[in-house]
């Protein structure tokens, strides 16, 4: 109907398989129609977005039938079904095999439902589900090598980064589930997680049932801050962010030097990157302080600011000990820092800030750097040999190699190295503020880098923050209320976006290595450290979506999901250290310390014998049948 549409095809028809004949108008023609399916969204199933065809309403089940038949994908009407969409099962295809962890084949019936992926075993095994929102990517490996009748590999990556390998019996049922999951996998918007169709079941404990905010070790940022003496004669609680009034990242109440105003800070505010101004998240009782901020914004010019440079001035300066060198902690590489000035953001001129003030480029990867490198990763794990871990990983396509080789290629990517540099970091941090000295830590934006470091100096520093509720505290503060953006970061509404890195997980990672350095000096276990990485990875608790507090708040996700620091509190006896030894004395490094790979979280096949994602005892609620 659209001359513009039929135009914007071209003349080459596309979406056939490798090999498949050519029939000229017929084939152009279904891509047409493919064309203006995809376009009329208001006939697709609710909240799948842009599906495959096979997920059109009854209306329309002739239309996708004959397309479906046209590109080549059906070998017989009774290999795929495609129901009305009053029925929960949009396909079923008989004769799948799943690999086990154990590297058996099961058979079974794979069923395509509206909510779940099931698979159901034909031996008396229990039924696996997966839901859509856990799958995070989906693959047809060696396509183009296989005939139209040849049994067809498919595999499924999870968001929790195990894997699933089925083989379907033909290439054509390959493609059509391939394509259907595909489309099916993709979150439209936040709501679309599984935190918003997850349910506490009905015998669940009312302390399991209580929303984040009404949890006592989460709840009061103030309250945390009297904790550490924070206020005291030096510092304030201001409430210049009050209903997020100049910064929408921050928290509403922000530890202040107590000699500047709230009209210094609004003016300060408007010289850092998205309003992200200096202000304190840790008071040390030597009278040394951790400080957060985003880069300052002198751009290629060099500018000024008054009220910046006052906010800074009244940071490094401590009358009880005017001798005390403060230090500005940039994250980024120098290189970078310089690059930014070209896009009008920069780094401190610490001369301006006092005679006693140093600036050191801490050089850690950005967030580019760590996404690639934990791709590589993951690949490396997938093809870890049994020395390593126990078992090879399920299906994997990599030809074995000895332990040395598969130790060099981990090192290759460069994870290592990144984990060293930022754990290196903040033990620079720490020291530096256990000796009473003023640190502002900052990256680009202050969310991702300065968040890792700013954290791990705590948890170094304060015993409290290496106790189970105070670990949850140490999350709720600088990770939640300072807008680390958890659902970019773990594309947790949309996939494959170049914001996409997790730095969260690899801050965890930091955290283990820790916990395999002090093993007696933290609270809780490494098992604690995989269930928080899991829960974050999968959006099963609404405590770790969004982007900022307010993003939370103004949702009232709070009340709405699942809260995942509940969920902990209640598991405490499950996540306590036994070997628990509380010490006062800061934790840190051996000059000849490397890291360690966190195999529990990269090769999550070695923690678990489950295919399935585990969903932390909680039930799904089922959708009622459209009507």
Not at 309 to 338: K, M, S, Y
Not at 548 to 577: G, K, M
Request: glycine share 6%; charged share 20%; hydrophobic share 40%.
């Amino acid at each position: 109907k659209s001359g513009r549409m039929t135009e914007s095809l071209g003349d080459e028809p596309r979406g056939l398989l490798p090999g498949q004949q050519q029939h000229g108008w017929l084939d152009y023609a279904s891509s047409v129609a493919w064309k203006c399916i995809k376009t009329v969204e208001g006939i697709l199933t609710p909240g799948s977005g842009d599906l495959f065809v096979g997920d059109l309403c009854a209306a329309h089940t002739r239309i996708g039938s004959k397309l479906l038949a046209v590109r080549g994908y059906l070998t017989t009407s009774a290999d795929y079904n495609i129901p009305s969409i009053e029925g929960r099962l949009l396909h079923q295809v008989e004769g799948v095999c799943v690999q086990t962890p154990s590297q058996a084949w099961a058979v079974g019936s794979l069923k395509v439902q509206q909510d779940v992926l099931q698979f159901v075993r034909n031996d008396d095994e229990p039924t696996v589900e997966w839901s859509y929102y856990q799958i995070a990517d989906v693959d047809l490996p060696g396509l183009a090598d296989l005939e139209p009748n040849a049994e067809c590999p498919l595999t499924i990556f999870l968001r929790d980064f195990r894997v699933v390998h089925f083989r379907v019996p033909s290439r054509d049922l390959g493609v059509l589930l391939f394509e259907s999951l595909a489309r099916l996998a993709d979150p439209i918007t936040i709501t679309d997680a599984d935190a918003f169709r997850l349910q506490h079941p009905p015998d669940t404990p009312e302390a399991l049932r209580m929303p984040c905010v009404d949890l006592p070790c989460c709840a009061d940022l103030e309250a945390e801050y009297a904790r550490m003496d924070g206020p005291g004669a030096r510092w304030r609680v201001s409430a210049v962010n009050e209903d997020y009034a100049i910064c929408s990242t921050y928290p509403q109440a922000l530890v202040v030097p107590a000699s500047v105003t709230d009209d210094t800070l609004r003016a300060a505010a408007a010289f850092r990157s998205r309003g992200r101004l200096p202000v304190v998240t840790y008071c040390h009782p030597s009278g040394g302080v951790i400080c957060r901020s985003a880069q300052p914004l002198p751009g290629i010019l060099n500018a000024r600011d008054i009220a910046n440079e006052t906010l800074l001035n009244a940071i490094f300066t401590n009358a009880d000990n005017p001798d005390i060198e403060g230090f500005v902690v940039d994250a980024r590489h120098v290189i970078n820092a310089l690059a930014n000035t070209l896009r009008g953001g920069g780094y401190e001129n610490a001369g301006r800030y006092g005679p006693r003030v140093q600036r050191s480029f801490q050089n850690i990867a950005n967030i580019h750097v760590v996404r690639a490198s934990l791709r590589q990763v993951l690949a490396a794990c997938r093809a870890a040999p049994d020395c390593v871990r126990g078992e090879c990983y399920p299906g994997s396509h990599y030809a074995p190699v000895c332990c040395d080789a598969w130790k060099a290629a981990v090192r290759q990517t460069g994870w290592l190295d990144i984990v060293q540099s930022i754990v290196k970091s903040a033990a620079f941090v720490a020291e530096r503020v256990a000796a009473g000295a003023p640190v502002l830590v900052h990256c680009s934006d202050g969310w991702d880098r300065s968040a890792q470091l700013v954290a791990l100096g705590q948890l170094m520093l304060d015993p409290h923050y290496r106790t189970l509720r105070g670990f949850m505290m140490l999350l709720h503060k600088d990770w939640l209320s300072f807008g680390h953006q958890f659902s970019l970061r773990l594309g947790l509404h949309g996939r494959g976006s170049s914001e996409q890195s997790f730095v969260f997980t690899q801050f965890l990672d930091c955290v283990w290595q820790l916990t395999q350095l002090h093993p007696s000096a933290f609270e809780f276990t490494a098992a604690m450290l995989v269930a928080i990485h899991v829960a974050a990875v999968t959006g099963q608790f609404g405590t770790l979506l969004g982007n900022s507090d307010r993003d939370r708040r103004c949702a009232d996700w709070h009340s709405r999901t699942p809260c995942l620091w509940a969920w902990l509190d209640a598991r405490t006896a499950e996540l306590t250290n036994p070997a628990y030894a509380p010490t006062p004395v800061p934790l840190t490094l051996p000059s000849d310390w490397t890291p360690a790979l966190w195999l529990q979280a990269y090769s999550p096949a070695t923690a678990t014998d489950s295919l399935a994602c585990e969903t932390f005892g909680l039930v799904r609620a089922r959708p009622s049948p459209s009507p």
